[in-house]
């Protein structure tokens, strides 16, 4: 029992937690302790995500508990200062972990996708908050195509052939039970 409280002292941002890999990430941090400061661009869905991990913030305005929710768009850098200003007054600390889960897809070859579209994806994928919490190791995890809403959009014919080229012949799981 005692692994699964190996986070107990870490508070966790996690960017993209309501849905898929972040509210993944978001309730095995909780498990393992960690409190656990889930933010998405949909605010309600953040908001879900830590009804799910069984602690208080998941309404409207609702003080900090063991877990908050937070609602931003983490591609603007003014948003971003906001969000851990908004964190460390709510838990009175910084976070020690921070998981980059945001991210969005236009499903387009990159041939025939506007500058705009390009602009937004780079954004939201790649500048989040990595220049943000300084001092914080930085690790990267390359998950691949995972059961999320956001492969939805993917057209089968295309899924079909990234699916051939994995070894496991599947898409990942975002709770990575399979």
Excluded: Y
């Amino acid at each position: 029992m005692a692994s699964q409280l190996r986070l107990r002292s870490a508070l966790a941002l996690v960017t993209g937690a309501g849905g898929g890999i972040g509210r993944a990430v978001s309730v095995r941090l909780a498990a393992e302790g960690a409190a656990v400061a889930a933010c998405d661009l949909d605010g309600a869905a953040a908001r879900e995500t830590v009804r799910l991990l069984g602690g208080p913030g998941s309404e409207e305005g609702a003080p900090c508990g063991a877990h908050a929710a937070f609602q931003a768009d983490v591609s603007e850098t003014r948003a971003v200062r906001r969000l851990l200003e908004q964190v460390q007054a709510c838990f009175s600390r910084p976070p020690s972990v921070v998981v980059s889960c945001a991210g969005i897809t236009r499903d387009e070859f990159l041939l025939h996708m506007s500058e705009d579209d390009w602009d937004r994806v780079i954004a939201v994928n790649l500048k989040v908050v990595t220049s943000e919490p300084h001092g914080i190791r930085c690790n990267s995890v390359l998950p691949g195509f995972i059961k999320t809403p956001m492969i939805q959009k993917v057209p089968q014919k295309v899924l079909d052939k990234v699916t051939g080229m994995i070894p496991m012949g599947r898409v990942g799981d975002p709770e990575g039970e399979h």
